[in-house]
């Protein structure tokens, strides 16, 4: 039995106080990495951004807005657990300046300077102890492969499951597994809560096991 | 009995396939809304952003994404509407360029040039017939009912509905409703349903049997 912890689900960053920058992430595929997580045994802390999904009641959960809230919580539950599964879309920019009124429009265009969130799998990477494992996911929408294994190793993470944008709010996922050695370990499509289990399989296999 | 057009929910401009600017706009206020007028013996049409609520059956409801596609909806419908009431958030700027990969972090700024959406409540009171009725709503955070009488005279509105981003994914509401002449002719504070009751009271008195 590991203790997990698990994100999901986006996260908001604000221009002012109505308009804020997201995604369509819906928690549903932390929501089905839970199920299989608590079904083979394990413990379950949820880090999750605003959803409408409900996550299983045995699992302990934490709810955040931002990405640097998700971050916080991350990185005060991350070092009592024993791997850590992100599969959460935090925004990675923000804008540099948040205005405390809401923006109105002038007829004009409005610019806007934006800048990187704090990467909250990368950090989490950097913090890893030796006996702990990290499971990123990366979206991409152009030379997958190469970019998912470069995430991999720049964030240390010990599996990394890479996905599309067809993935995001659906009930379905198709997803290749990669590896630390960047060897696909696994390929598969289907709903989300199969997708899950067999990735809670390999998970058990490669990184609890091992 | 009248055939009124329900705006409801935000809309979403996006970035990239992935990313997008939106609001928390959650539609609670648009179905009760709905379930009023529905009750009051209207017929209703529903034209709404992405969300998670439910609509009463009875109503017939159009689903959009972007401020553009709303906004061609409800030109659609409002021509064989008797009414209109705008309780939706539309996304109101949009990136002037929309990239089609995801866009990559560099560890620089990101520049980015927003231009003002179509404005929906605005173009349907340019196209209003004498016989036509507009209510809109107005969420401002300074200077409000000042603001307020500007948008009801610009879009030409019938009645502005003032409220503040409190009432934004809230099941309350405290709205100020704003008449052509500028006098505010209801302060109410509660549950949405109870304040959609009393507004579609005053649709009835102001609106519909004058």
């Known amino acids: 039995m590991a203790r997990i912890l698990i994100t999901s689900g986006p996260t908001r960053q604000y221009l002012d106080p109505v308009r804020y920058l997201t995604n369509a992430s819906s928690g549903q595929m932390g929501v089905a990495l839970t199920q299989s997580a608590i079904q083979a045994g394990h413990e379950v802390i949820v880090v999750s951004g605003p959803v409408h999904v409900q996550y299983p009641a045995a699992a302990r959960r934490i709810d955040v807005e931002t990405t640097q809230q998700m971050l916080a919580a991350c990185l005060n539950e991350f070092s009592k657990c024993d791997g850590a599964i992100a599969a959460a879309a935090p925004c990675d920019f923000q804008p540099t300046q948040v205005a405390s009124d809401k923006i109105k429009k002038t007829g004009e265009p409005l610019r806007l300077e934006l800048t990187e969130t704090p990467d909250v799998v990368g950090t989490m990477g950097q913090q890893k102890k030796s006996h702990q494992w990290i499971v990123g996911f990366a979206l991409e929408t152009s030379n997958e492969v190469a970019r998912a294994r470069q995430k991999l190793q720049r964030k240390r993470c010990d599996l990394i499951v890479l996905n599309s944008p067809t993935a995001i709010n659906s009930d379905r996922i198709a997803a290749q ?6 060897r696909v370990l696994l390929t598969a499509e289907g709903p989300k809560p199969e ?8 998970i058990q296999t ?4 091992s």
Chains 1, 2 share one sequence.
């Open 206 to 209: 490669e990184l609890i096991a």
């Open 177 to 182: 597994v990669i590896g630390r050695e960047g």
């Open 195 to 202: 997708i899950a289990t067999r990735l809670l399989q390999l």
